[in-house]
């Protein structure tokens, strides 16, 4: 995809409203941390008309800049009703004893 599809004043206007996101300083919540988004896995670009969200959402992208952390960006929406988070991973279970336990397996104490 070329600038040479867009107006001049299409431009402008995506200027404007980057350096207005920028200025709000708000977090941005990235998408690939809901369960809607398909990340493209094939081998090659995506092409043009790719959308990651499942619902079909226009998404916004954020490459990050210079001085900000290389992995702080992606795709993102400001407000999603239909964000889905992720479930934190299941805690891990407790090991099983290497060597069984000694004596009978049916004892029980006796009681007097």
């Known amino acids: 995809m070329s600038l040479e599809h867009y107006t001049d004043q ?3 206007d995506e200027l404007l409203n980057r350096r207005v996101e920028r200025e709000r300083g708000e977090p941005a919540e990235y998408c690939h941390d809901c369960q809607r988004f398909k990340p493209w896995t094939k081998r090659g670009d995506p092409p043009d008309d ?31 009703s239909d ?3 992720t479930p934190p991973p299941a805690p891990p279970k407790p090991e099983e004893p290497k060597e069984p336990p000694r004596g009978r397996p049916d004892w029980q104490p006796r009681t007097i």
Do not use: T, V
């Open 50 to 80: 790719y959308n990651p969200c499942s619902l079909g959402h226009a998404l916004r992208f954020h490459l990050p800049e210079g001085w900000e952390d290389p992995h702080g960006g992606g795709f993102y929406r400001r407000i999603c």
């Open 83 to 85: 964000r889905k988070a």
């Open 10 to 12: 299409q431009l402008m």
